[in-house]
């Protein structure tokens, strides 16, 4: 298993991640009920290599896919190999954590031009639909 990259040199080994296999569902035939091609990666949020206020965001960003254990779970069934869906999962992950840790800009509050106000008032002043402007 490979190392998660989550930007800002934040890089989560792949010692804290364990990789579960199971039997995928859905149509596959006889190999279906044989092969594990399943593959969920599970990591434990209090042992991720960052700040305290991080975790907390990543607990209440990420909170539907954490369990009381504090264990963040990502699964994938989605390839027909094993190796695809671990590949798929560690992606999945890898994503979820960097936008989780992200700070979101701040919006800055807007109003439409003096010029737009204007037309759109003499457009309704002569009864057009200012829609059709």
């Given at each position: 298993?490979?190392?998660?990259?989550?930007?800002?040199?934040?890089?989560?080994?792949?010692?804290?991640?364990?990789?579960?296999?199971?039997?995928?569902?859905?149509?596959?035939g006889q190999n279906v009920n044989k092969v594990e091609t399943?593959?969920?990666?599970?990591?434990?949020?209090?042992?991720?290599p960052l700040p305290e206020d991080r975790k907390a965001r990543?607990?209440?960003?990420?909170?539907?896919?954490?369990?009381?254990?504090?264990?963040?779970?990502?699964?994938?069934?989605?390839?027909?190999?094993?190796?695809?869906?671990?590949?798929?999962?560690?992606?999945?992950?890898?994503?979820?954590?960097?936008?989780?840790?992200?700070?979101?800009?701040?919006?800055?509050?807007?109003?439409?031009?003096?010029?737009m106000k204007r037309q759109r008032l003499d457009v309704e002043?002569?009864?057009?639909?200012?829609?059709?402007?």
């Amino acid at each position: 298993m490979r190392d998660l990259d989550l930007g800002s040199g934040v890089i989560v080994p792949s010692q804290l991640l364990r990789a579960v296999t199971s039997r995928s569902g859905g149509p596959g035939g006889q190999n279906v009920n044989k092969v594990e091609t399943r593959v969920t990666i599970e990591v434990e949020v209090a042992a991720l290599p960052l700040p305290e206020d991080r975790k907390a965001r990543i607990r209440e960003r990420l909170a539907g896919r954490i369990n009381r254990s504090g264990i963040l779970r990502v699964t994938s069934q989605a390839a027909r190999t094993q190796l695809g869906n671990r590949d798929r999962a560690l992606g999945r992950l890898e994503e979820l954590l960097r936008d989780a840790i992200t700070d979101e800009k701040s919006r800055r509050a807007s109003r439409p031009p003096e010029g737009m106000k204007r037309q759109r008032l003499d457009v309704e002043r002569r009864g057009q639909d200012p829609k059709d402007m």
